[in-house]
Structures are given as structure tokens and as C-alpha cells.
């Protein structure tokens, strides 16, 4: 069994030496494409047998590595202030959808129960049948809440992290920029949450999600036939 094993990892190591080879080639070949200044700002790593290509900015002479870095972390707060926004955005409309619709769909099965019975057939059934898709509606943005709300909370923690980054390295605008942006979008955030779990408790108590459908009376039953046509001649 050891042997067999120790077959497998040279087979396995072999494979992934030429694979490596073939990929350091190929990237090669694919640098050697670029502009001679783009070449020299590019750093080649192998590791196991992989080779991957990271860019590195030259240091311009009149700017220190700490001015560099602050820069850095500057560009970093604008693009996370930027994912935050949009994140904030998405989540905010796709709860205010929802509220809305649990809302139409509330009021909606309200006026079903109150005057289920005195519908007709075809009505109650109409009625019915919108209930049923305004339901599908009301998961569907379920999902889209939750899904808008896990990129928002990765957009939070990313604008956290990289306000305490520009912090660290010195550049106090962008990390109060950070921080003023997180604020706003905690506060959006927040009043929209009250206004969902006020709806979703205005969901659970009317039952209008899981409520069964009203049975109409049966069939009215056929008129009284006068006793004059029910006498034999």
C-alpha cells in the first residue's frame, strides 16, 4: 500500500511540475505581449509548480513608502465606500418591495375573508388566484432580501475593516470618509428593518401567507317545483 501511494504522489508531483511548466510558458508567452514598461513593473512567483504574475508599482522618488501606502489605503475606503453604497441601495429597495408587497397582500386576503362567501364562484376563484401569486411574490423577495442583506453585510464589514486600515496608515480623511459612509448606511438600514419586522409580524398575525382557501356553500339547491306541475293528470 505504501508503494502504491508513493506511485500516486510521484505521478500526481510529475503532472503538476508540467503543468506548471506549460502555465509558466503560456504566461510568458502572454507578458512578452505587453509594452516593455508594463514587463518591468511585473514580479513572476512559482509556488508548487504554479506561477502567478502580481503587478508592483514602481516607487516614484519624491513620495515615501508610507505616502504610497496611505494612498493605497485611500483608493481602498473609495472602492469599499462604493460597494457600500450600492449594497445599502439594493437592500433598501428590495425591503421596501417587500413591505409593500405583504402590505396588497394583507389587505388583499382581508377583503377574501371578510367577503369570501358572499362571492361567486368565478369571483371567489379570481380572488383566489391572486392571493396565491402575490404568496409567490412575497417569498421571492424574501430570498432577495436575505441574499441583498449577506452583500451587505460583507460590504459593512469591508468598509469596517478598511476605515480602520486608512486609519492605521495615516490617512484620516478617507478613514472619517469610511466612517461617515458606514453611519449612513447603518441608519437607512435600520429604519428600513423596522418597518420589515413590523410587516412581518402584520403577516403572522393575519395568516394571509398560509390561510386555507374558503369552501363555498354548495350548490343552491333547485327551486321548488309547484305542486301543480307534481300532480298526476
Known sequence: MSAFRRGVFCIGLSYASNLGRLSGALVRRQVM???TVIRKNWISLSAIGGLCAVPFSQKQ????????VRRASSLVTDSTNTFLSQTTLALVDSF???VKTIHTLVTLHKHYVASGSKLTPVEEDSVWQVIVRQRQEVSDLREDCKRFESNWMMA????KLAAETAYNAGADQASVTAQTSLQVAQSHVDQIRQLFKEAEKNLKESKAEDSQRIKLPAAMEEEDIPEAYLRED
Open 96 to 98: 421596501t418591495q417587500y
Open 33 to 35: 505581449k505587453f509594452p
Open 61 to 68: 522618488d519624491n513620495l515615501s513608502h508610507e505616502a504610497l
Open 156 to 159: 459593512l464589514n469591508l468598509s
